[in-house]
């Protein structure tokens, strides 16, 4: 089967002759770049991506907007957030208004690139759309701080609720062009946020449905009714929400913690296989890191064994840009994929 054949038979939970294998969303980081231009010489990422072969290849959209002057601070550069959540630029938001003067950007700066092209360079690839990183509830977090985003969705909801508007509005804006602009070409839609830590929800699922559910439902429509089935990128123990995600027609789940509460491989695929397709997997935190190349050959065949009868997983990293992954353990992560033989679908 050709590497596209493969993952759209996956996402149709059909069988397949091995399962699907990717680097999570396409990305080669710089730790994992050191390591194949020390050992074998490689100075470029398509280099990496080539060697390792994966089933997708990703694209994105082009930034048509005016640069950051040089040496411009990240807070002074429109949309951009700390990494640090323990505050935000809106912590003492107290109006609507407030709210609502949050400089975002102009969407119209993102701009879909030739997917024709991509597609004519990648045919025998799936095709993955990545419109970029914009997400509602995250982006609150970022904004707000995590704990003060918390309390204003419980106290304060009409404050949470138009930030969470006005990023819904703004990513709006750039997935409807990217995903017109790639139908026909692109097979897999990318959306992203984060729901989760390692052990539960960040957010209650009571107040997932309330602000982000209808909002990730009409995201997920533009990229369905363009012909392409939807890949949602949450971190950690979303599993409170997979029936939601399901119902709103989201097609696979990325990243695929296993090692966070409640989504071992054996009870997701016992419960939802059939039904969602899980991309990932393969932990960074020890197993890439740290284990042996026994250990992460053992790690694919657990996993593709607990989806060997519904059908529904890709291989993949669970997270990127981790220095300590081992770049040798990334090689046997593909290698052993491949060795496999074939999964099941539907029985």
């Given amino acids: 089967m050709t590497g596209r054949a493969r993952i759209l038979a996956t996402f149709r939970f059909q069988e397949t002759d091995r399962p699907g294998v990717d680097l999570m969303e396409g990305h080669v980081w710089a730790a994992l770049m050191e390591f194949f231009s020390h050992r074998f ?11 390792l072969d994966p089933d997708s290849r990703w694209v994105g959209l082009e930034w048509a907007g005016p640069p950051a002057p040089e040496g411009t601070p990240a807070a002074e550069i429109p949309s951009a957030l700390s990494k640090d959540v323990r505050t935000g630029p809106l912590a003492g938001a107290a109006t609507v208004r407030d709210v609502e003067a949050f400089p975002r950007g102009d969407p119209k700066w993102l701009v879909p690139r030739d997917y024709a092209q991509a597609r004519l360079r990648w045919p025998e690839k799936a095709l ?62 990318w959306l992203g946020d984060d729901y989760a830590g390692q052990k539960s929800m960040l957010i209650s699922p009571e107040l997932w449905r309330r602000f982000i559910k209808p909002r990730l439902a009409a995201q997920v429509q533009a990229a369905r009714e363009n012909g392409m089935d939807v890949l949602l990128h949450s971190c950690g123990a979303v599993r409170p929400i997979l029936a939601d995600l399901i119902d709103i027609g989201v097609s696979a789940l990325l990243v695929f913690q296993t090692t966070a509460e409640g989504m071992d491989p054996e009870s997701i695929a016992r419960d939802f296989g059939g039904r969602m397709v899980f991309y990932g997997g393969m932990d960074v935190q020890r197993l890439l890191s740290f284990g042996t190349r026994a250990d992460v050959a053992r790690e694919v065949r657990r996993n593709a064994d607990a989806f060997a009868t519904c059908g529904g997983y890709v291989v993949a990293n669970s997270h990127h840009g981790v220095t300590t992954i081992n770049g040798d353990n990334v090689i046997a992560m593909f290698e052993e994929t491949k060795a496999l033989g074939g999964t099941g679908g539907r029985p």
């Fill in 128 to 189: 993955v759309l990545c419109p970029g990183w914009a997400p509602m509830f995250w982006g609150a977090c970022e904004a707000f701080g995590l704990e003060e985003a918390l309390v204003k969705a419980r106290l304060e909801p009409a404050l949470f609720e138009a930030f969470i508007q006005g990023a819904h509005e703004f990513y709006m804006d750039f997935l409807s062009r990217a995903a017109k602009a790639a139908r026909g070409y692109c097979d897999i839609c």
């Fill in 41 to 51: 010489g490689f100075t470029d990422t398509e280099q990496v991506v080539e060697f």
